[in-house]
């Protein structure tokens, strides 16, 4: 499991970017949207979203159609 300290610099800037742009904890965003504001690939933006998810930083409420899934900040 991934604590705060083992976390990738920018797993953690992902994180922080997720939390301040949230509202009430939740928060729709696609892979895309990630990518092209850190500039990186959408491959490695889904990375870090499933990294986040599986240290259940964040966790899925709802996969909609388009636009991203809705994701609840847990941390």
């Known amino acids: 499991m991934i604590t705060t300290i083992d976390m990738h610099i920018r797993d953690e800037r992902v994180f922080n970017w997720l939390k301040n742009q949230s509202k009430e904890g939740l928060i729709q ?10 500039l990186c690939h959408t491959n490695t933006a889904q990375a870090i979203l499933r990294r986040l998810r599986r240290a259940g930083i964040i966790e ?3 996969k909609p159609y388009n636009h991203g899934f809705w994701y609840k900040i847990n941390a």
Request: charged fraction near 25%; glycine fraction near 0%.
């Open 29 to 38: 965003v696609s892979a895309n949207t990630i990518a092209d504001e850190f």
């Open 60 to 62: 899925v409420v709802e």
